[in-house]
């Protein structure tokens, strides 16, 4: 989803992957899955992300993630 990281890809990959087969593991359809993730981004932005620049970083990653899941399949 970044174009531009701070992080490395292999350890974006392994992350990425970590979650896909954690959600694989317990054979979560797309809605659960979605329901999950949110409630994870929404703990991670309420817990780890400044008060003062959480809306600006919520609205960036919608604006993200909007752009991303339009975005022709690959």
């Given at each position: 989803?970044?174009?531009?990281?701070?992080?490395?890809?292999k350890e974006f990959d392994a992350l990425t992957e970590a979650v896909f087969l954690a959600l694989e593991k317990h054979k979560a359809k797309g809605d659960l899955s979605i329901m999950v993730l949110g409630n994870v981004l929404a703990n991670i932005f309420q817990h780890q992300v400044n008060?003062?620049?959480?809306?600006l970083m919520i609205n960036q990653f919608c604006d993200?993630?909007?752009k991303s899941a339009n975005s022709p399949k690959s």
């Amino acid at each position: 989803m970044p174009i531009k990281s701070r992080y490395s890809n292999k350890e974006f990959d392994a992350l990425t992957e970590a979650v896909f087969l954690a959600l694989e593991k317990h054979k979560a359809k797309g809605d659960l899955s979605i329901m999950v993730l949110g409630n994870v981004l929404a703990n991670i932005f309420q817990h780890q992300v400044n008060d003062e620049l959480r809306p600006l970083m919520i609205n960036q990653f919608c604006d993200a993630l909007k752009k991303s899941a339009n975005s022709p399949k690959s």
